[in-house]
C-alpha cells in the first residue's frame, strides 16, 4: 500500500493518505481500458445524423425527358443520386451506438488507470479545495496550483461540497467529476488526478475492491456488489 502527502490549501503537507493497493496499484490491462473508453465514447454519442434517399427528396416525381430519341442516358427522376439535388445513397441514418461493457470490466479499467497515475505520482490529496465560507476561484486556482503543475487536472469533489464546485467550475484546465462517476476515460485524458479528502473518502467507501471484498454490499450501496465508482459520466442509459 502506497501513501501520498495530503496537502491543505496552502500548500503545506497535513500527514499522509493511504491508496488502498487493489484500487492504486494493479497490474494496468491497456486493450481492456482501450475497449472500456471506446465503448464509452461511443455511448456518448447521440446517433441522430441523417441523410435523405432519393424516395425522401421532394420532388423528381415526373420523368425529365422520353426514354429515347434523346442521345442522353435513360432518366426517371431528377432526384436521383447522381443529379445535384437528388438523394443520398448509403448515407448515414439514426441509430444507437451503445455498445455493452460489463460492469466488472469498467470497474477493472477504472483500477488500472488509477494505478497507472498513482506509480506516476500524480495522484494527489487536498484537505479542501476552498478554506473560506464563500466560492473563490482565484483561491481554488492557488490552491491546485500547489498541488501540481499540470495542464489538465481532473479534480474529484463531494457531492455537497457547494463552495468546491462553484470555485472550480469556471477553471479551463479542470475538469470536476463526483467520486461515484469516476471513470476510465476522464482519468486517462487528464494529466493530474486531485481529490479532496471528503471526495477520497467517498471514493474509498463506495467501490468494492477486486476479487477480495466480502460478499455483502457497503452501507447505502443500494446491495449491489460491483464497483460504484465506475457508472460513467455519458452512462444515461445503460452507457455502456
Known amino acids: 500500500m502506497t501513501s501520498v502527502e495530503l496537502k491543505t490549501p496552502a500548500g503545506s503537507a497535513e500527514g499522509t493518505v493511504e491508496l488502498p493497493a487493489e484500487i492504486f496499484d494493479v497490474q ?5 481500458m482501450h475497449q472500456v473508453v471506446v465503448g464509452q465514447l461511443a455511448a456518448a454519442r447521440q446517433g441522430t445524423h441523417d441523410t435523405k434517399t432519393r424516395g425522401e427528396v421532394s420532388g423528381g416525381g415526373k420523368k425529365p425527358y422520353r426514354q429515347k430519341g434523346t442521345g442522353r442516358a435513360r432518366q426517371g427522376s431528377t432526384r436521383a443520386p447522381q443529379f445535384a439535388g437528388g438523394g443520398t445513397v448509403h448515407g448515414p441514418t439514426p441509430r444507437d451506438y451503445t455498445q455493452r461493457t460489463p460492469k466488472k470490466m469498467k470497474a477493472a479499467a477504472l483500477r488500472g488507470a488509477l494505478s497507472d497515475r498513482a506509480r506516476a505520482g ?3 490529496v487536498i484537505t479542501e479545495l476552498v478554506s ?16 501540481t503543475q499540470a495542464k489538465r487536472l481532473l479534480v474529484v469533489l463531494h457531492r455537497e461540497d457547494e463552495q468546491g464546485w462553484l470555485s472550480a467550475r469556471n477553471l479551463p484546465n479542470v475538469h470536476l467529476i463526483n ?5 476510465t476515460y476522464d482519468v486517462l485524458v487528464n494529466d493530474d488526478v486531485v481529490f479532496t479528502k471528503a471526495a477520497y473518502d467517498a471514493f474509498i467507501a463506495g467501490p468494492v475492491k477486486g476479487k477480495a471484498a466480502k460478499a455483502s454490499a457497503p452501507a447505502g450501496a443500494g446491495g449491489s456488489n460491483t464497483v ?3 457508472d460513467d459520466t455519458a452512462e444515461g442509459s445503460e452507457a455502456q
Request: proline content about 9%; charged content about 25%; overall charge positive.
Open 132 to 147: 473560506g465560507e464563500k466560492p473563490n476561484t482565484k483561491e481554488a486556482k492557488k490552491a491546485l496550483a500547489a498541488v
Open 179 to 183: 467520486p461515484d462517476q469516476l471513470n
Open 228 to 230: 460504484r465508482a465506475t
Open 28 to 32: 494496468a490491462n491497456v486493450p481492456l
Open 122 to 124: 500524480q495522484v494527489h
